[in-house]
């Protein structure tokens, strides 16, 4: 990859990864500082007077809830509707209670016993016993309880166990009247107050009647020796518990018997003490993520320094350990035991990152004239010996500029130190070295050869000449003659 496609890719990539730490950005960054390791969470958007919520469950528990901002709600009044609302939201996604199977399964056991055992007070059945106290078979057990005692028992029983009976029916019936219109209405806390109590009540009648059964037995078999009444009822009455009845009081029960999955007061207790248990860790983890994009800013700028100054040679052996000095004080808001002490260590961290920042940026400007300081000192060495070569390294003129060269080299060694260790510097500084190195580049380009140099070329170059021009009128002579005595 060409480098500067790499460094763009880069960037690219450090953009991303602080736009993914920007607190509070979704509902996904917000949640995050409130679960623990290993933990995850579902959310339900719902509406309440037109403001937007979500309710968060961890682990399946109802747990927070955040408004549109991604805030944890603490006012107990709100997350009470946002609540209702849920609670709306996942009774409508389930399928419908069957009203109708309910109302069959009852109207078998209440045809049932008011049919064939309860009866009426002017036509027979126990209503019938229980209300004509004067009846025959009645004043024989209440006047011989000591040859009667079992019947004289279930006879006072008897009484009691039918209106436990007819109270439980009532019980059934408002209760199943309650669900039917819960149910059609879409009322979730209706429907399973209904649903409960229709079971609770057909449970009770199920005993209630039992017992009756047992009472009515006694009266009308006997018991223990005992001769029953068995006209004592009507010829056409009876309260034996069949297997139809029995199977129509299971069927009952077991439609009834769905547990409220939305327990409302439990869920509020529990997004409660959820949000306030991890309010106060969330605010501190809050203010860590905060500083950890701050944090990767300065290390951006600690590596774009770094390698800039790197790519000239030159390695600023003091910025790992500023750094270390810069994390610790970050890792220190971790441990934070409250959002007050988290934020006081937040300050101190950044002071220290301010210090450590504007030094690298200061280091940064120094960048271009610390190029070209050294650039001015390369060049004039180069040209100083491009000097010698010419007049030797015994000139007296090249061993002065070579003298001013290292003080040169001295003084921008000394500057580089100072870079290396993390001392405050100035442009000017290095721009002096610059125009001295310039200046020095000029001398050494523009220095001419000595006088005493110059009167030996002249005079080299004028044997030269001359004996280049003997050598021409000889040879011109020799030719001449040669030609002649060919002639």
């Known amino acids: 990859m060409p480098t500067g ?16 730490l920007v607190v509070g950005a979704t509902l996904d960054e917000e949640i995050k500082h409130y679960l623990n390791s290993g933990e995850t969470y579902t959310a339900t958007n719902v509406t309440v007077d037109g403001a ?25 009044a709100v997350v009470a509707q946002v609540v209702d609302a849920y609670v709306q939201v996942q009774y409508e996604q389930m399928a419908p209670i069957n009203t109708a199977s309910i ?13 064939t055992c309860l009866g009426d007070k002017l036509n027979g059945g126990v209503e019938y016993f229980v209300t004509n106290t004067g009846a025959l078979n009645y004043i024989l057990i209440r006047f011989q309880c000591s040859l009667r005692p079992k019947q004289c028992v279930a006879l006072d029983h008897i009484n009691l166990t039918v209106n436990d009976v007819r109270s439980s029916m009532k019980v059934v019936d408002d209760s199943l009247t309650g669900l039917e219109a819960a149910v059609a209405t879409k009322k979730p806390t209706d429907v399973y107050d209904n649903l409960g109590r229709v079971n609770r009540a057909a449970t009770a009648l199920q005993a209630n009647y039992s017992l009756l059964s047992s009472d009515y037995t006694t009266i009308a078999y006997g018991t ?83 390698s800039n100054f790197s790519s000239l040679g030159l390695v600023l052996s003091f910025l790992p350990g500023k750094y270390v000095q810069l994390e610790s004080k970050f890792a220190a808001i971790a441990n934070a035991t409250n959002v007050a002490t988290a934020q006081q260590l937040a300050t101190a961290f950044q002071a220290e990152r301010g210090t450590f920042d504007t030094l690298l940026t200061l280091y940064q400007t120094l960048l271009f004239d610390y190029n070209a300081s050294k650039a001015a000192l390369s060049s004039a060495t180069s040209k100083i010996a491009l000097a010698a070569t010419k007049y030797g390294s015994t000139d007296s003129r090249v061993q002065d500029l070579r003298k001013e060269q290292l003080n040169l080299t001295t003084r921008l060694t000394l500057l580089e130190n100072d870079l290396k260790t993390g001392k405050t510097l100035t442009s000017q500084q290095f721009k002096d070295v610059a125009g001295s190195g310039e200046a020095l580049a000029l001398r050494a380009a523009e220095l001419k050869p000595m006088e005493a140099q110059l009167d030996f070329l002249l005079i080299g170059g004028v044997i030269l000449v ?12 020799k030719r001449k003659t040669e030609y002649g005595l060919s002639q």
């Open 5 to 20: 496609v790499k460094k763009s890719f880069l960037s690219v990539l450090f953009l991303l990864a602080l736009a993914s």
């Open 103 to 115: 109302r069959s399964a009852y109207e078998s056991i209440n045809t049932s016993i008011r049919g």
């Open 466 to 477: 001359v004996a280049i021009v003997a050598g021409v009128i000889w040879y011109a002579r």
């Open 52 to 76: 937007a919520y979500a309710l968060v469950k961890v682990g399946n528990v109802e747990s927070f809830v955040f408004n549109s901002s991604f805030e944890p709600v603490r006012e107990d």
């Open 224 to 306: 223990g020796g005992e001769s029953g009444f068995v006209y004592a009822f009507g010829t056409t009455y009876n309260c034996n518990v069949s297997s139809a009845l029995s199977s129509s009081f299971t069927n009952l029960i077991s439609l009834t018997s769905a547990s409220n999955p939305f327990d409302v007061p439990t869920m509020l207790s529990r997004i409660k003490s959820a949000t306030d248990l991890r309010y106060g860790p969330a605010q501190v983890r809050k203010v860590y993520d905060e500083e950890m994009v701050r944090l990767l800013e300065s290390k951006a700028l600690r590596d774009k320094v770094s």
